[in-house]
């Protein structure tokens, strides 16, 4: 399912760059909880177009490795890269079959575990990621929101309309429209919070913690997503 990215990576990419909701709220969070990278080593997972894998290396990381498993995705990353002349490695990997690539301070995945198959793929995508940590290293992973409520969602204001299966019937495909021009639709899996968290103890990860989605504290920033993090994808 992840291969659809190799379909539609240039019109991702494009609706990635008209997306405010990764930079004031996904961005704003992930950098919060992982804290100052300057010196650090980051490997991203499911890395597609490279957008946090670059801002790694704007923020001061010493090494950074982007992983995807679309080919076409690791391209443009690359030409992004050649761009802006960070020195991002980027490699393509399936992540249920991920090599050893070093031995990193962090590791993130952000909307990468709600694309495995089975619970195996999963335990297999978290076992992968373990074996690249280093000793007192963290794994920084975002996913949807499983107790997202369809009802009360107010994705006109945001421009993310997300449809998870009615049955909340765990391994059921579910969909994300982003309200872009033009509109775009991913699909993925619904998993609940329990099976996130079984994979990642068999990975063996200790203190798993769940941090909510937040934005900025301006009050502008605040009064703007007050509907969305009350509800979130």
Known sequence: MAMQYDQISDAYSKAAGQFVFKRAV??????KVIGPVEGKSVLDVACGDGYYARLFRHSGAARVVGVDVSEQMIKTARGRDEEAGLGVEYRVHDAA??????????????????????????????QGMF??????GRLVAV???????PAVSSSAKYGIAMRPPEDRMEGSVMSLDLLMDPPL?????????????????????GDIRWHPLECSPEP??????????????
């Open 143 to 149: 996913v949807p929101n499983a107790d997202f409520d």
């Open 131 to 136: 074996a690249n940590l280093a000793p007192g």
């Open 185 to 205: 639709t991913i699909r993925f899996i619904y998993w609940s919070r329990s099976t996130y968290e079984q994979a990642f103890a068999e990975a063996g990860f």
């Open 26 to 31: 996904e961005s704003y969070t992930l950098f």
């Open 97 to 126: 079959d991920l090599p050893v690539l070093g031995s990193f301070d962090w590791i993130t995945a952000v909307y990468l575990l709600n694309y495995a198959a089975t619970k195996e793929q999963m335990l297999r995508m978290c």
């Open 220 to 233: 502008e920033q605040v009064e703007f997503w007050r509907d969305y993090l009350a509800n979130q994808h």
